[in-house]
């Protein structure tokens, strides 16, 4: 990968970059026909393929202060270029972006563009996949405002607008197609500085409401990026000039999922078939999580970092998820407990030379 940037005088600024990908993927074995039936001698695919990812790309972009003759109107423009080799896949993006300084300390930005990239790789096997593949497409709109409380302090609000095209969407002739579609759209909210008491830290919020036709869905409906709510805070406490307490508390709403809902018995392969509620229709529980940790930060022969630190994880013990697994019959349900989602205690250390 190489970079350049030139800047032309006080109010234009260009720049550029080119990067070369090498990737190589082999897939080999055996995929259930069924996903339900995994018995050693159930009906199978054998999968033996090889894709090639060989890549080029370059981008180029310009930055304009008093854009148009406009005090504090500064815009940015550009374009990416794309080539995958094997594939016979290219694309050129465009992409753009305004900022007006209203004052000193705040400053609002606007953004819009063309995101493109390939899917999973394994779905350009042509076993199982579609070497034809076109890339996804996302087509973003962006919108923010930053103020600047201070040169340590800083709010910053942003609104977001995202269309997907393009996606993979299981086909019964083609195995897969580009005829699946979303949307996502959402907040963010983020506040970096000094709070009471002399703690210091930040607090953020992002909102999203999302929903796709992809893969094996049959309806646009809600993806696994659909986590509604989300909030962090991380705090940090100076008890000595060597001695930093922190603490980290998180909360997010549940992962959507499709639960099983019931089978019936196949006596022909003598195990059950499941039953399944539309596609994403539950959520997992939210997850709540709460960290406590104290840092001793120090130098040595004046040069060197030394950084040790004990932490507590999940403090409270909050019983978060990961997933859930089924009897043979699924009749009972059973949850699979998340191993670092549980209340333990680390330690470590690192040394900077």
Known sequence: RSDLEYILN?????????????????????????????????????????????????????QQADFLGIENLSATAGVRYDNFVDLNVNWIDPRFGLGYKLNDKSIFRFGAGVFKQIPDPRLYSPVDGNPDLKPMQARHLIASYEYLVSDLNSFRIEVYNKEYKNLPLENELLNYDNSGSGFANGIDI????????????????????TKRMWMDYDSKTSSGFDITHNISLVARYGLTDNIQIGLTAKYATGRPFTP??????????????????????????????????????????????????????????????????????????????????????????????
Do not use: C
């Open 10 to 62: 006080s109010s234009f600024k260009l720049l550029a970059g080119a990067e070369i990908e090498n990737r190589v993927v082999r897939f080999e074995g055996k995929i259930p026909v069924e996903d339900y039936d995994i018995r050693p001698d159930g009906y199978a695919k054998v999968i033996d393929a090889k894709f090639n990812g060989r890549r080029f790309g370059a981008f180029t972009e310009f």
């Open 260 to 353: 099983a809902i019931g089978s019936y018995s196949r006596n022909d392969i003598n195990i059950y078939e499941p039953v399944y509620a539309p596609t994403n229709s539950s959520r997992f529980p939210d997850y709540k999580r709460i960290d406590l940790r104290l840092t001793y930060l120090n130098t040595f022969f004046e040069k060197y970092s030394f950084i040790a630190y004990v932490e507590g994880i999940n403090i409270f013990d909050f019983k978060n998820i990961f997933g859930y697994s089924y009897s043979p019959d699924y009749s009972q349900r059973n949850e699979i407990q998340s191993y670092f989602g549980q209340r333990m205690i680390v330690f470590g250390f690192s040394v900077g030379i």
């Open 190 to 209: 983020i506040y970096k500085g000094d709070f009471p008491f002399g703690i210091n830290g930040w607090i953020s919020y992002g909102y999203i409401n």
